[in-house]
């Protein structure tokens, strides 16, 4: 009795575990994804910064920073450990008026020119990497 062997183009398992691979690639892709807006408003008026995550997870920890000439510049956190912490140079100056894990603003009281910068909020997500958004602030005399 002699045994037949057919051959096949293609295995079956590595077919499959070529589409789970893909399929985990996307997800993952997907996942890093901060949906933001520039503003533009009149100097010394009151400015609202807003990210929001665009997946289902929340962040552990939400980080705004300051992105100006050398390094970025801590301003602003929100955890539901430590609730709103606005660092020193900043606590007169803004406020954060929504307060989430998934979506978060920050609101300046009063512009000044100083204010005029891009802003990064960065999603610390527990499992994965944080996720970062920016947005800039643009002012304008009126």
């Given at each position: 009795?002699?045994?037949?062997?057919?051959?096949?183009?293609?295995?079956?398992?590595?077919?499959?575990?070529l589409i789970w691979s893909l399929t985990i690639v996307m997800l993952c892709w997907a996942q890093g994804k901060v949906i933001t807006e520039n503003e533009t408003v009149p100097?010394?008026?009151?400015?609202?910064?807003?990210?929001?995550?665009?997946?289902?997870?929340e962040a552990l920890i939400v980080t705004w920073q300051k992105l100006s000439k050398g390094r970025p510049e801590n301003i602003a956190t929100y955890s539901m450990a430590h609730g709103v912490?606005?660092?020193?140079?900043?606590?007169?100056?803004?406020?954060?008026?929504?307060?989430?894990?998934?979506?978060s603003t920050i609101t300046f009281l009063r512009t000044t020119p100083e204010d005029e910068h891009c802003y990064s909020c960065i999603f610390n997500i527990f499992g994965s990497e944080a996720v970062s958004g920016k947005t800039c602030l643009k002012l304008y005399a009126f």
């Open positions: 009795m002699e045994r037949q062997v057919h051959e096949r183009f293609f295995c079956p398992s590595s077919t499959y575990s100097l010394e008026r009151p400015a609202s910064l807003k990210c929001s995550l665009s997946t289902p997870q912490v606005i660092q020193k140079p900043y606590q007169n100056k803004i406020e954060m008026t929504q307060q989430g894990l998934s979506e």
